[in-house]
T-cell receptor, first 115, second 112 residues
């Protein structure tokens, strides 16, 4: 079974702090994704990566950056946390191949509160 | 951008009843997937239907797809309390390799 783990289930940070959210998958998937989930807005894609050191902006990249130095690990960075970044953050991975259905496997989520 | 819209936003039924959720989308798709999310947890893939398919079954799940109307429905038959969760549709849009676009979800409550 694919396993996607996230470094924290709950995180409380202060405004202006630099925040790192880590995600690790164990199935050698090429694609990895970071979403945020807010009530009534569903999942919104922040960034995704289709290979080591490769990244692409999603729908709401402002205020975030990412890092993918190893295939299994994808980090989301909040350079200077703000209260409007309080949210549930979900990491996912998927296999890349021509014609792949792109089924995504999700981690348990990190609920971040910025005070 | 979000393109999937689920309807209804919330649904409450009794155990044993069927639950139907609908999803509408806006652009051409390669496939459509349904995911489930238990409260405060990650999403789990349930079922996938390709754009050239009209209906698919998996256990108590039945998915239909109408590409002419750009809509899909998920039917859960003989619901159980354990089916209580949020359900999301996600589309793999033509020309957007590897990305999925998720809807806003339907929250299903199954009571005893």
């Amino acid at each position: 079974d694919v396993k996607v783990t996230q470094s924290s289930r709950y995180l409380v940070k202060r405004t202006g702090e630099k925040v790192f959210l880590e995600c690790v998958q164990d199935m050698d998937h090429e694609n990895m994704f970071w979403y945020r989930q807010d009530p009534g807005l569903g999942l919104r894609l922040i960034y995704f990566s289709y290979d080591v050191k490769m990244k692409e902006k999603g729908d709401i990249p402002e205020g975030y950056s990412v890092s993918r130095e190893k295939k299994e690990r994808f980090s989301l960075i909040l350079e200077s946390a703000s209260t409007n970044q309080t949210s549930m953050y979900l990491c996912a991975s998927s296999l890349w191949s021509s014609g792949a259905p792109d089924t995504q496997y999700f981690g348990p989520g990190t609920r971040l509160t910025v005070l | 951008s979000q393109q999937g819209e689920e309807d209804p936003q919330a649904l409450s039924i009794q155990e044993g009843e069927n639950a139907t959720m609908n999803c509408s989308y806006k652009t051409s798709i390669n496939n459509l997937q349904w995911y489930r999310q238990n409260s405060g947890r990650g999403l789990v893939h349930l079922i996938l239907i390709r754009s050239n398919e009209r209906e698919k079954h998996s256990g108590r799940l039945r998915v239909t797809l109408d590409t002419s109307k750009k809509s899909s429905s998920l039917l859960i038959t003989a619901s159980r309390a354990a089916d209580t969760a949020s359900y999301f549709c996600a589309t793999k849009n033509t020309g957007t390799a590897s990305k999925l676009t998720f809807g806003t979800g339907t929250r299903l409550q199954v009571t005893l």
